[in-house]
């Protein structure tokens, strides 16, 4: 049975061990459902550096789930994992930046955040980070810059970013005047229901 290997394994100090009995208790496989253990063992693991721990833990903590909610403490968990490169944490804590959630607003630090998770194929951190060199937050306003990140997020499926990238190509803005390309992305946005690109 994986889990009494695990809690071995885990109670030797083992931080990979750590995490996946921690993800059996959260989960309820194979032991009964207990998000205070599930708790407990990735605070083990994420004091010791496994990032996907420190993402989970923060997670929790966010949410409220297993814990009282709190979102300082979230913000504290998804930075550790998110300097270690963990996708996920570095949207949520770039949203959390950006909507000054348990962290004080700071547009600078949301587009850094957004820029990294975005980097690494994270659709809705490019989108966002469009939005910020659309609008100028954070970020010096750049339209360049904009349709290159509504581009990345239209090329993974994104909806808006079509529109939008649409929208560019047909005023000529950040890019060069394209009526065909903006045809090939506003059909693509109606493709998946954009009433307006329709």
Do not use: C
């Amino acid at each position: 049975m994986a889990a009494e290997e695990f809690r071995e394994a885990a109670e030797q100090g083992d931080a990979t061990a750590q995490y996946n009995l921690a993800v059996l208790y959260y989960l309820g496989e194979e032991v009964e459902q207990d998000l205070s253990q599930a708790a407990h063992w990735y605070y083990k693991a994420a004091v010791q550096g496994h990032r996907n721990a420190q993402f989970n833990l923060g997670l929790m903590y966010h949410q409220g789930k297993g814990m009282p909610p709190d979102e300082a403490v979230a913000a504290r968990w998804y930075s550790l994992a998110a300097e270690e490169g963990h996708v996920n944490a570095q949207f949520n804590l770039a949203l959390m930046y950006q909507q000054g959630v348990g962290v004080g607003i700071d547009q600078l630090e949301a587009a850094r955040w957004y820029a990294q998770a975005a980097a690494s194929g994270h659709v809705f951190a490019a989108f966002n980070l469009a939005l910020l060199y659309h609008q100028g937050k954070g970020v010096e306003q750049s339209y360049v810059q904009a349709s290159e990140w509504y581009g990345r997020a239209a090329e993974l499926g994104h909806v808006t970013s079509q529109f939008n990238l649409a929208l560019m190509y047909h005023q000529g803005k950040g890019v060069l005047r394209d009526p065909a390309r903006a045809a090939v992305l506003y059909r693509m946005a109606a493709d998946q229901g954009h009433q307006t690109s329709q």
